[in-house]
């Protein structure tokens, strides 16, 4: 690709091909939840909110998002895994069917801690969907909808930032690692 910005090593996944799995994922969910009056995607800010507006577009079922925002204790780099919620659903979820929304699973500790808090809620039922899983070491909770796995570099664009940056690109690149280590 031209013009890669000098902070990026390669870029993994086009546009195209992005664009094309979305699709694809947006099918499998009209067709689980084709029996349902509606489903709540909840969008999990701010690196999903790419995803959730290309999801929500395509998805032909009826839907509602809600967005909530969490955030680990530390920096990313030193992150032990404690996660709080900083920003809140709108709406109660009990007797709703729910999908959480993510940009990418690490560890897998962040939607273990939101599987919890919102099956807390009493939802008629809870899913997730990511569009990106790296080493993900934790496997308490189901990915029932999975877009792509990564190798296990820093990833930015379609959503996903380093320090606030890159957040905007159509594509999904690997970040230098002189960059952030
Ligand atoms: P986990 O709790 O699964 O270890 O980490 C998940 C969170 O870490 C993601 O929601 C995301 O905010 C951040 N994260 C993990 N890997 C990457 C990456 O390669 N690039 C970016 N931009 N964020 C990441």
Not at 78 to 101: F, Q
């Amino acid at each position: 690709m031209t013009n890669l910005h000098p902070d990026l090593d390669r870029v993994i996944l086009s546009p195209d091909v992005i664009q094309s799995r979305i699709k694809e994922i947006a099918r499998q969910i009209e067709k689980d939840y084709a029996d349902e009056e509606r489903v709540v995607l909840i969008g999990i800010l701010k690196g999903a909110f790419i995803f959730l507006a290309d999801l929500s577009r395509e998805l032909q079922i009826p839907h509602m998002v809600d967005f909530m925002s969490v955030s680990s204790y530390g920096d990313t780099a030193t992150s032990n895994g404690a996660v709080r919620v900083i920003l809140d659903l709108r709406k109660p979820i009990k007797n709703e069917h729910v999908i959480i929304v993510e940009d990418i699973v690490d560890t897998g500790s962040t939607l273990e801690y939101l599987y919890r808090n919102l099956k807390w809620r009493n939802p008629a039922s809870l899913r997730t969907c990511t569009l990106f899983q790296k080493k993900r070491e934790s496997k308490e909770v189901p990915l029932d909808y999975l877009g792509f796995e990564l190798p296990d570099v820093w990833v930015v664009g379609y959503g996903l930032d380093y320090a606030d940056t890159h957040r905007t690109l159509p594509y999904v690149a690997e970040l230098k690692s002189e960059v952030y280590e």
